[in-house]
Protein backbone atom coordinates (compact mmCIF):
# COMPACT_ATOMS: atom_id res chain seq x y z
CA UNK A 1 0.00 0.00 0.00
CA UNK A 2 1.39 3.35 -0.76
CA UNK A 3 1.88 5.96 1.40
CA UNK A 4 -0.51 8.10 -0.19
CA UNK A 5 -3.45 5.54 0.62
CA UNK A 6 -2.73 5.80 4.36
CA UNK A 7 -4.89 7.71 6.55
CA UNK A 8 -2.51 9.93 7.77
CA UNK A 9 -5.10 11.32 10.35
CA UNK A 10 -6.44 8.58 11.88
CA UNK A 11 -3.05 7.25 12.89
CA UNK A 12 -2.00 10.70 14.42
CA UNK A 13 -4.90 10.36 16.09
CA UNK A 14 -3.85 7.24 17.38
CA UNK A 15 -0.53 8.10 18.29
CA UNK A 16 -2.09 10.75 20.39
CA UNK A 17 -4.14 8.69 22.29
CA UNK A 18 -1.18 6.16 22.66
CA UNK A 19 1.29 9.19 23.63
CA UNK A 20 -1.19 10.22 26.21
CA UNK A 21 -1.75 7.02 27.69
CA UNK A 22 1.84 6.20 28.00
CA UNK A 23 2.52 9.51 29.60
CA UNK A 24 -0.20 8.92 32.27
CA UNK A 25 1.61 5.72 33.27
CA UNK A 26 4.77 7.72 33.66
CA UNK A 27 3.16 10.09 35.40
CA UNK A 28 1.95 7.40 37.61
CA UNK A 29 5.46 5.59 38.14
CA UNK A 30 6.49 8.69 39.01
CA UNK A 31 4.02 9.25 42.04
CA UNK A 32 5.10 5.74 43.32
CA UNK A 33 8.50 6.36 43.37
CA UNK A 34 8.01 9.85 44.93
CA UNK A 35 9.09 9.08 48.57
CA UNK A 36 11.58 5.94 48.18
CA UNK A 37 14.95 7.93 48.58
CA UNK A 38 14.46 8.85 52.18
CA UNK A 39 13.19 5.72 53.66
CA UNK A 40 16.23 3.09 52.70
CA UNK A 41 17.77 2.13 55.85
CA UNK A 42 15.24 2.68 58.54
CA UNK A 43 13.37 -0.40 58.31
CA UNK A 44 13.57 -3.20 60.97
CA UNK A 45 14.77 -5.74 58.53
CA UNK A 46 17.55 -5.54 55.59
CA UNK A 47 14.61 -7.73 53.45
CA UNK A 48 11.93 -4.83 54.08
CA UNK A 49 15.01 -2.59 52.51
CA UNK A 50 16.03 -5.14 49.76
CA UNK A 51 11.91 -5.27 49.02
CA UNK A 52 12.07 -1.49 48.40
CA UNK A 53 15.29 -1.33 46.18
CA UNK A 54 13.65 -4.19 43.87
CA UNK A 55 10.64 -2.43 43.57
CA UNK A 56 11.95 0.67 42.91
CA UNK A 57 14.66 -0.87 40.46
CA UNK A 58 11.30 -2.56 38.75
CA UNK A 59 9.72 0.70 38.33
CA UNK A 60 12.62 2.56 36.79
CA UNK A 61 13.17 -0.08 33.84
CA UNK A 62 9.24 0.07 33.14
CA UNK A 63 9.40 3.70 33.57
CA UNK A 64 12.73 4.04 30.89
CA UNK A 65 10.88 1.34 28.32
CA UNK A 66 7.99 3.57 28.59
CA UNK A 67 9.71 6.72 28.18
CA UNK A 68 11.41 4.93 24.61
CA UNK A 69 7.65 4.57 23.85
CA UNK A 70 7.30 7.95 24.09
CA UNK A 71 9.98 8.77 22.00
CA UNK A 72 8.84 6.49 19.52
CA UNK A 73 5.37 7.72 19.51
CA UNK A 74 7.03 11.26 18.69
CA UNK A 75 9.58 10.29 16.19
CA UNK A 76 6.20 8.74 14.47
CA UNK A 77 4.34 12.28 14.85
CA UNK A 78 7.16 13.67 13.44
CA UNK A 79 7.29 11.83 10.37
CA UNK A 80 3.92 12.44 9.51
CA UNK A 81 4.55 16.29 9.39
CA UNK A 82 7.56 15.51 7.54
CA UNK A 83 5.93 13.20 4.95
CA UNK A 84 7.83 10.44 5.54
CA UNK A 85 5.11 8.21 7.69
CA UNK A 86 4.91 4.70 6.18
CA UNK A 87 8.15 4.61 4.50
CA UNK A 88 10.98 2.29 5.67
CA UNK A 89 13.87 4.28 7.35
CA UNK A 90 16.29 1.05 5.74
CA UNK A 91 14.37 0.55 2.43
CA UNK A 92 12.52 3.25 1.68
CA UNK A 93 9.32 1.06 0.34
CA UNK A 94 5.97 1.88 1.66
CA UNK A 95 5.09 -0.20 5.20
CA UNK A 96 2.15 -2.28 4.85
CA UNK A 97 -1.01 -0.61 6.57
CA UNK A 98 -1.86 -3.49 8.54
CA UNK A 99 2.22 -3.36 10.18
CA UNK A 100 1.47 0.52 10.77
CA UNK A 101 -1.81 -0.48 12.89
CA UNK A 102 -0.46 -2.96 15.06
CA UNK A 103 2.50 -1.08 15.64
CA UNK A 104 1.70 2.47 14.66
CA UNK A 105 5.19 3.56 15.36
CA UNK A 106 6.95 1.55 13.48
CA UNK A 107 10.19 2.25 11.03
CA UNK A 108 10.92 -0.55 9.51
CA UNK A 109 9.07 -2.77 7.13
CA UNK A 110 8.26 -6.30 7.97
CA UNK A 111 11.30 -7.53 6.49
CA UNK A 112 13.92 -5.31 7.72
CA UNK A 113 12.52 -5.32 11.01
CA UNK A 114 13.21 -9.00 10.91
CA UNK A 115 16.91 -8.36 9.67
CA UNK A 116 17.55 -6.03 12.88
CA UNK A 117 15.56 -8.60 14.98
CA UNK A 118 17.92 -11.30 13.92
CA UNK A 119 21.24 -9.46 14.14
CA UNK A 120 20.36 -8.16 17.92
CA UNK A 121 20.14 -11.96 18.84
CA UNK A 122 22.91 -13.05 17.27
CA UNK A 123 24.78 -10.22 18.36
CA UNK A 124 26.37 -11.59 21.98
CA UNK A 125 25.62 -10.16 25.12
CA UNK A 126 28.97 -8.49 26.54
CA UNK A 127 27.55 -8.73 30.05
CA UNK A 128 27.07 -12.56 29.89
Not at 29 to 44: M, R
Not at 76 to 105: F, K
Request: aromatic share 4%; proline share 5%.
Amino acid sequence: MAQQELDLAQFRRRLEEMRASTQDEIDGLQIANENQDTSYGVKNHPAEDATEVFDRERSLAIRAALERELEQMDRALERIEAGTYGVCEVGGEPIPAERLEARPAATLCIQHQRERDEFARDVPDPWV
